[in-house]
């Protein structure tokens, strides 16, 4: 067996073992602590002058906090080009009439995009077709950024590609705060041995947001 293998290997019997022991948390009637999760405010932010021919959405889905607070610096970046900007959680944008371009970003659970982040695509597709469009993805599984790794990142964003490819794309490390966690998500974090920190790189969050194609 090869050593990619092997990985691949000791890290399916990790999330299988961190699958197994949060249904005994479940079915042991601990299911409100294991899924109960710390307040956590949500980000909701407008950049820029009031006078801007252009308005930019930069929208996002988080557990934790640590995807809201890359929107927010996406935003920020966005607006010294000259355009209005407003940061909003997904669950919080009712009408993209207004916005010229639109950055979407989600943190990724289980592999994949969180659920709100993927049906604000799909809910939204004619309109989004016609605007130019980025993602963002916060992912643990770059935090070390090799190949192999950015592969497999890649392949947790497919999906949503496949809804309506954007013009730009891409995908940071996060952050791992276990105050900000479940006791649930505590849990697998320790049995796949998922080490605490900030992760993010705020310079190569900055220089994607300044060549962001945001113009129509």
């Known amino acids: 067996m090869s050593n990619n293998q092997s990985l691949n290997r000791r890290q399916f019997l990790k999330i299988a073992g961190a699958s197994t022991a949060a249904t005994v948390l479940t079915c042991s009637g601990l299911s409100f602590a294991a899924t109960r999760r710390p ?4 980000i909701h932010a407008c950049y820029g002058e ?3 021919m252009r ?3 930069v929208t996002y889905a988080t557990r934790a906090g640590a995807t809201g607070e890359v929107a927010d610096l996406i935003g920020q970046v966005l607006a010294s080009s000259g355009t209005w900007v407003d940061v909003l959680p997904v669950e919080n944008v009712h009408n993209l009439g207004d916005y010229q371009s639109v950055i979407v970003g989600s943190a990724i659970r289980y592999g994949r995009w969180l659920p709100e982040a993927a049906e604000f695509i799909h809910g939204n597709l004619s309109t989004l077709a016609t605007r130019p469009l980025a993602y963002f993805t916060v992912c643990m599984a770059v935090r070390e950024d090799t190949p192999q790794n950015r592969a497999r990142a890649e392949e947790f964003v497919q999906p949503v590609r496949a809804l309506l490819e954007p013009r730009a ?3 940071f490390a996060g952050k791992v705060d276990h105050g900000r966690l479940t006791l649930a998500e505590r849990l697998i974090s320790g049995i796949i041995q998922m080490p ?3 992760f993010r790189d705020w310079q190569a969050i900055r220089s994607w947001g300044e060549t962001l194609p945001i113009s129509a």
């Open 39 to 42: 307040s956590i405010p949500a």
């Open 196 to 198: 605490q920190g900030d």
């Open 50 to 52: 009031t006078s801007a």
């Open 55 to 57: 308005k930019t959405l």
């Open 169 to 171: 794309s891409a995908i």
